[in-house]
């Protein structure tokens, strides 16, 4: 059974949409099967992976309202090994759409539980607030990987994220863990960069990724050519990066 991890965190721009999309892509260059599922009304992980989100009848849209099935909005092999459950703007109005639908918090989980078989991780990128695409996310997933962006605000709402964590544990999915936090847009030559990590790891007792993802001109380029960094400059330090988180995260599940 695949495994099964919401990427969140609701501060935006601390790179949770370059995780979703490089870490997918690093998995499948380790021979993992991966399903993406972009949550995110900008479907910025959609058009990441080269998908016009503008010209799609089937999204995460219409499988929330229950208009399609979960196989009719998978495209499939995007790259080798991973498909996507793409999202675009029609999702913003989801939230209004889902008011008063009885058990609104597990669609999500109910559509994946018919493909999780298939695949050996899915990953959900989550919008950058708390809201019911986020709650049906993490009702969906087994484990939820914080992103932290290296900077002074790093822990700032991350005690709000843990907690709603911790509240959807508590009273909608027992099995939710935390996978971790990876510390992204790392820059080694600065020290701010430094004491932000000691930082974070005096204050968490969460687990840590010891991989550290770095602030890098050709990891912000990819989006916009619609590739992942290891398809667009494999041997870049953010592909390398990314490979090495995979490696981390997959030694780390067969551990357990």
């Known amino acids: 059974m695949g495994r099964i ?3 969140a965190n609701q501060k935006g721009g601390v790179g949770k949409t370059t ?4 870490l997918s892509a690093a998995l499948a260059a380790k021979d993992k099967k991966v399903l993406v599922i972009d949550t995110d009304p900008q479907g910025n992980t959609t058009s990441g992976f080269g998908i016009d989100k503008n010209n799609l ?14 196989n009719d909005c998978i495209i499939t092999d995007v790259i080798p090994n991973v498909s996507v459950i793409p999202s675009n703007v029609n999702l913003a109005a989801a939230e209004i759409e889902l008011i008063g639908v009885d058990r609104k918090e597990f669609i999500l989980r109910n559509a994946v539980d018919f493909v999780v078989d298939k695949y050996d991780y899915i990953i959900i990128d989550c919008p950058p607030s708390l809201n019911m695409l986020t709650i049906n996310s993490m009702t969906t997933a087994n484990s939820v990987l914080v992103p932290i962006q290296c900077e002074y605000y790093a822990l700032e709402g991350l005690s709000q994220l843990i907690h709603t964590i911790n509240l959807v544990k508590e009273r909608l999915n027992p099995e939710l863990e935390m996978e971790g936090v ?12 430094m004491q932000v990590v000691e930082n974070v790891k005096s204050n968490l007792t969460q687990y840590i990724f010891k991989t550290l993802i770095p602030r890098n001109i050709r990891l912000a380029e990819a989006p916009s050519y619609g590739q992942p960094i290891t398809i667009y400059d494999p041997k870049s330090a953010g592909s390398e990066a990314y490979i090495e988180l995979a490696k981390e995260l997959i030694l780390k599940n067969e551990e357990f």
Do not use: K
């Open 5 to 7: 991890i919401a990427v």
């Open 182 to 193: 990876i510390f992204t847009m790392y820059d080694s030559r600065t020290n701010l960069s």
């Open 57 to 70: 009848d089937e999204t995460i849209y219409e499988l929330i309202l229950e208009e399609c099935t979960i």
């Open 19 to 22: 995780t979703s999309i490089n």
